[in-house]
């Protein structure tokens, strides 16, 4: 009879140590994922294009939501945005849900926050937007990106509220949409990671941190006075960031200009139909890529909102500098 301690399942000359780390087995193990920048290069993002979800909306302000929709026209703008995406060499996935979601589910940043080792779920604050994240949830998993946490108890968490400021640095907010417990979680599994967490109060009237706060570049960073916390400003000069601030709140809440997604180093992907705040961006050497979206608007979200960002490229220590491959 054989022994069976010399078996692989006893641990016999057969068994195989699983010895590496979850982080050094993303993209084979586990699927491409992985955020620790806001600036380097995208490479993947996670959309819902959405279905008839918006022809059921009859009151907007119910819904959350500025003015009624024409749904065939946001569905041709969102078209145009991850064609928009797919210009720029990203791959775009999308959230594909396999039941009627509720309107809101969009806005896909809302609802998930990437780490390099995967994903944390939201756990979005407003009841009309509640189960959204399992949505996200279910494709996460089906890509293979780990879910490393889901905000539980009476925490809430959305996505939009966390930003990077460097691998070894996040921001996150609190306000209407993510209340203490909620950060809390968030910081928690941030600081296993060795992540070293700033938090901040956002000021009343403030939706998001997305909404106050843009990276364009590793030293450059967008800001809308009165709205971005003064701790956070401080902290990203004292990081060495230069801020910027928008030059026109009217188009800031029009046409959300500040709502962009960053392509990579100065080259975003913005709103059209800020010309005041497109000639800004240029004017500090950032390639602007514009797509209409001013439909998609009418529901309080703008592109930043409805990107879910996946995967950007890895940051890598050289010479004791920072550097994207």
Same mark, same amino acid.
């Given at each position: 009879?054989?022994?069976?301690?010399?078996?692989?399942?006893?641990?016999?000359?057969?068994?195989?140590?699983?010895?590496?780390?979850?982080?050094?087995?993303?993209?084979?193990?586990?699927?491409?994922?992985?955020?620790?920048?806001?600036? $380097?290069?995208?490479?993947?993002?996670?959309?819902?294009?959405?279905?008839?979800?918006?022809?059921?909306?009859?009151?907007?302000?119910?819904?959350?939501?500025?003015?009624?929709?024409?749904?065939?026209?946001?569905?041709?703008?969102?078209?145009?945005?991850?064609?928009?995406?797919?210009?720029?060499?990203?791959?775009?996935?999308?959230? +594909?849900?396999?039941?009627?979601?509720?309107?809101?589910?969009?806005?896909?940043?809302?609802?998930?926050?990437?780490?390099? +080792?995967?994903?944390?779920?939201?756990?979005?604050?407003?009841?009309?937007?509640?189960?959204? +994240?399992?949505?996200?949830?279910?494709?996460?998993?089906?890509?293979?990106?780990?879910?490393?946490?889901?905000?539980?108890?009476?925490?809430?968490?959305?996505?939009?509220?966390?930003?990077?400021?460097?691998?070894?640095?996040?921001?996150?907010?609190?306000?209407?949409?993510?209340?203490?417990?909620?950060?809390?979680?968030?910081?928690?599994?941030?600081? +296993?990671?060795?992540?070293?967490?700033?938090?901040?109060?956002?000021?009343?009237?403030?939706?998001?941190?997305?909404?106050?706060?843009?990276?364009?570049?590793?030293?450059?960073?967008?800001?809308?006075?009165?709205?971005?916390?003064?701790?956070?400003?401080?902290?990203?000069?004292?990081?060495?960031?230069?801020?910027?601030?928008?030059?026109?709140?009217?188009?800031?809440?029009?046409?959300? $200009?500040?709502?962009?997604?960053?392509?990579?180093?100065?080259?975003?992907?913005?709103?059209?139909?800020?010309?005041?705040?497109?000639?800004?961006?240029?004017?500090?050497?950032?390639?602007?890529?514009?797509?209409?979206?001013?439909?998609?608007?009418?529901?309080?979200?703008?592109?930043?909102?409805?990107?879910?960002?996946?995967?950007?490229?890895?940051?890598?220590?050289?010479?004791?500098?920072?550097?994207?491959?």
């Amino acid at each position: 009879m054989t022994d069976i301690l010399k078996t692989a399942a006893y641990g016999g000359a057969g068994w195989s140590p699983r010895t590496v780390s979850l982080r050094q087995e993303i993209g084979g193990v586990w699927g491409a994922c992985g955020v620790a920048t806001e600036w $380097s290069p995208l490479k993947a993002v996670l959309l819902h294009r959405p279905g008839p979800e918006l022809e059921e909306v009859a009151d907007p302000d119910a819904a959350q939501m500025l003015a009624p929709l024409d749904a065939s026209r946001a569905r041709q703008q969102h078209d145009a945005l991850a064609q928009a995406y797919r210009d720029a060499g990203v791959t775009v996935h999308y959230v +594909e849900p396999a039941e009627m979601p509720p309107p809101n589910l969009i806005f896909v940043a809302d609802l998930m926050f990437i780490t390099p +080792e995967g994903a944390i779920v939201g756990r979005p604050a407003s009841t009309v937007r509640a189960g959204e +994240e399992r949505f996200v949830a279910r494709r996460l998993a089906d890509l293979g990106v780990p879910i490393l946490r889901s905000v539980r108890g009476r925490g809430t968490f959305e996505g939009a509220d966390a930003l990077w400021i460097d691998p070894q640095t996040a921001l996150v907010a609190t306000g209407m949409r993510t209340n203490a417990e909620g950060a809390a979680q968030v910081a928690g599994l941030l600081r +296993e990671m060795g992540v070293e967490v700033i938090q901040a109060g956002l000021p009343y009237g403030a939706m998001h941190l997305m909404g106050t706060l843009r990276f364009a570049d590793r030293d450059l960073a967008i800001a809308w006075p009165g709205r971005v916390p003064y701790a956070v400003v401080a902290a990203l000069r004292a990081r060495g960031y230069t801020v910027l601030f928008i030059p026109d709140e009217g188009e800031a809440k029009r046409g959300m $200009s500040l709502n962009f997604v960053t392509l990579g180093p100065r080259r975003i992907l913005m709103a059209a139909g800020n010309p005041i705040t497109q000639a800004f961006y240029e004017d500090v050497g950032i390639a602007c890529q514009v797509v209409e979206v001013d439909e998609i608007l009418k529901a309080a979200g703008g592109i930043g909102c409805a990107t879910g960002i996946v995967e950007r490229e890895t940051i890598v220590n050289l010479s004791g500098r920072e550097r994207s491959r």
